[in-house]
Structures are given as structure tokens and as C-alpha cells.
């Protein structure tokens, strides 16, 4: 075959093109609404006290697996909400070096919620940004540490999901069991599964 025929056309672009500035369009939608500073301490105190409502259901379930001679440590899952119409920075909720998750983040009419699975005895993760935020915590080079922009965004927190409600059951409970809790049903997902206790 002719090598010429193999060759693909070219185009030749003569001297009548000239340069032009690049301008992105991929972040041309509206921007959410700023975050409105709140009263750190009005506001990080009522989280403070949601925290220690948290903890207490965390204690009760860690003694409940005690009693029932379970291994395997308890875990919760925490629900956090917005302020309507505020954007929540949910990934700032995780924390990877203390095994805190982001499982699953949902539109509720006007507010953003982010469910986080906290292992047992992490809370104190959640603990230490309230702290920073309530003292004003900044860096040796003068720089907020704070947290102020995921927290002034949070409304409230409050458990969503209990891992060890199978802990009432004297049959084996496996990780994606159902389980009801108030007047919703959430998929228990435990790290082992529970080992039979009759």
C-alpha cells in the first residue's frame, strides 16, 4: 500500500490565530453562604453538652458489653447536622489515624447531615476540636486552629446509630444486621462480627 494513503491529513494553521487568556468555568455556579460566626462560647458549649449526652450512650453500651462478656470494643455512630441553608465541611468530621469514618452525608430539606461511625474511646477527637475552638487555639505562627469553620456550621450532633443494639439478643448478631432505634431503622455495622452469647 502507498505510504501516503497510510499518512493521516494534516492541518496547517496559518498566522491569523492569536493568543487568549484561559478563563475556567468549572466554579462558575453559586456560591454557598457564608458561614455566620457565632457566640464560641454559647455555641461551643451546647455542643459541649450534646457531646457529654453522647458519651454517656456510649458508657452504657460499653458496660453492656461487659456484662455480656463481648470482646470486641463499641462503636457509635454520630449524626451531625447543619445550620439550614450552611454547607457543612464534612470530610473535616473524619479523622483516618483515629479510625473516625464519614459513612454516609444526606440532604434534609434545608440541612446538611454527615454520619461519622466514632470506635470507642475516640471521642475525645471530637472532644479536642471543641476545646481548641473554645479557647481560641492558634498555631506558633499566629494562625487559627481553631476549627471555627466546621463548627460554627454544625447546629447539632447527637447519636444515629448504636453498633451493639444486638447486645439485647441471646442469638448471633453479624455485621448488616437491622436493628430499630427510636422510630427509625438503622444497618448495624460492627468491625467483628458478635459472637454467640446464649
Known sequence: MDDKKKTRPRIYLGRTGKAESYTSTANRG?????????????????????LRTVSDQQERLSQEAA???????????????????????????????SRIELMNVRQSEQSLCATIFVPEGKLTVIEAK???????KKDKNGKA??????????????????????????DRCSRGS??????????VALEHDIRHMG
Open 145 to 170: 486552629r481553631d476549627n471555627r469553620a466546621l463548627i460554627d456550621a454544625i447546629a447539632t450532633f447527637r447519636v444515629a446509630a448504636i453498633d451493639g443494639r444486638c447486645l439485647h439478643r441471646k
Open 178 to 187: 437491622v436493628y430499630a432505634l427510636g422510630s427509625c431503622r438503622w444497618v
Open 30 to 50: 453559586p456560591k454557598p453562604p457564608a458561614i455566620p460566626l457565632r457566640n464560641r462560647q454559647q455555641h461551643g458549649g451546647a455542643l459541649m453538652a450534646q
Open 130 to 136: 471543641l476545646h481548641a475552638y473554645l479557647e481560641k
Open 67 to 97: 456484662t455480656c462478656g463481648l470482646e470486641s470494643s463499641i462503636g457509635i455512630q454520630v449524626e451531625f447536622e447543619s445550620f439550614p441553608g450552611i454547607e457543612l465541611a464534612v470530610q473535616s468530621l473524619a479523622d483516618a489515624p
